[in-house]
């Protein structure tokens, strides 16, 4: 059986990913860091679905865990058919009260950890003369541009770069790296009661989709399959390239149907009113004698 090894399983989108990887015969590796209950439910999860699954905790932010997280994983499952690098902290904070601390938090653990994951993946693959897939997580903050992000963004955007380097570097040995930016993304419970990122108030789920193009927010599955797809062979010849799953998210931004708002929340309630007033002719005119 092909293995995956799903680096924060434990979270929301590592779960789905697991969980699409287990439904399609693979054994995985669910790896978390601090929250051990959802990586135990979920491993018991894909064992009652057939599957084998192992358990891997670690900080990705030290190369020693890292390093640690590899031997156990060779140890238990041997080769690495796919890496999925999901690991990943959302740190937000304004450039102006910006610290060491925040800084190094995000860079050490979405950009030093996914680097060296795909290191150590790789170094597997090539010892068992596998030509496997490194799936990188990234952000569709690696285009967009939303308030106190710059850290967050900057490393998304650094990913999607390491991506094709790491392509190029790989391709020799028959290695795919290819990246997934995903924008809002739940469970598939989360969307159906409108619930976002644990908030309940479902007017911040109905303000943030009213702004997406396709009204909802992805789910943890539907990445699951992309990341799936990428690694499966109907992908074989993408490799160095990152893919947006966002209900085109970041379309409206082109057209600035965006509006950038005070902290990270970059809804305007009245959003909604704005093609109106910019297709009104005579607004556009007063605007202008303004001016
Ligand atoms: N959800 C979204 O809307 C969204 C959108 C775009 C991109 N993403 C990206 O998708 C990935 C997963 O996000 P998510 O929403 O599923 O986040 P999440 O629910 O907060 O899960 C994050 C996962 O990363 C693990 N993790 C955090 N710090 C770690 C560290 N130092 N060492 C090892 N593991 C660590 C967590 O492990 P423990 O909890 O066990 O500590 C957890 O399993 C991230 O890379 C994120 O940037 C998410």
């Known amino acids: 059986m092909p293995n995956v090894f799903v680096t924060g399983a434990s979270g929301t989108i590592g779960h789905g990913i697991a969980l699409e990887y287990a439904r399609r015969g693979y054994d995985v590796a669910v790896h978390y860091n601090r929250t051990a209950e959802p990586a135990v439910k979920l491993a018991e999860e894909i064992r009652a679905m057939g599957r084998k699954a192992v358990l891997i905790k670690g900080d990705i932010s030290s190369v020693e865990e890292i390093g640690r997280m590899f031997r156990e994983f060779e140890e238990q499952l041997g080769e690495v058919d796919v890496m999925v690098c999901n690991a990943g902290v959302t740190v937000i904070f304004p450039l102006l009260e910006a610290n060491e601390k925040l800084f190094d938090r995000v860079v050490d653990t979405d950009f030093k950890g996914t680097f060296f994951c795909t290191s150590f993946a790789a170094k597997n693959m090539i010892a068992h003369k596998v030509k496997g897939t490194v799936i990188v997580i990234s952000s ?5 541009c939303w308030m106190n992000f710059a850290a967050y963004a900057s490393v998304k955007a650094g990913l999607d770069k ?23 993304t739940a469970t598939e419970e989360a969307n159906r009661t409108h619930v976002a990122f644990g908030i309940e108030d479902t007017s911040y789920y109905d303000g943030v989709t009213s702004c997406i193009p396709l009204k909802r927010f992805g789910t943890a599955t539907e990445v699951g399959k992309l990341a799936y797809f990428l690694s499966s062979e109907d992908a074989g010849y993408i490799t160095g390239t990152t893919v947006t799953c966002d209900g085109g998210a970041l379309l409206p931004a082109l057209t600035g149907k965006w509006k950038l708002m005070k902290g990270a929340d970059p809804l305007d309630p009245t959003l909604d009113e704005w093609p109106d007033k910019l297709n009104d002719p005579n607004a556009r005119r007063k605007k202008k004698q303004q001016i």
């Open 140 to 144: 569709n903050h690696d285009k967009g």
């Open 162 to 184: 390491f991506v094709m380097n790491a392509a190029m570097e790989l391709a020799p040995h028959g290695i795919r790296v290819v990246g997934i930016a995903p924008g809002y």
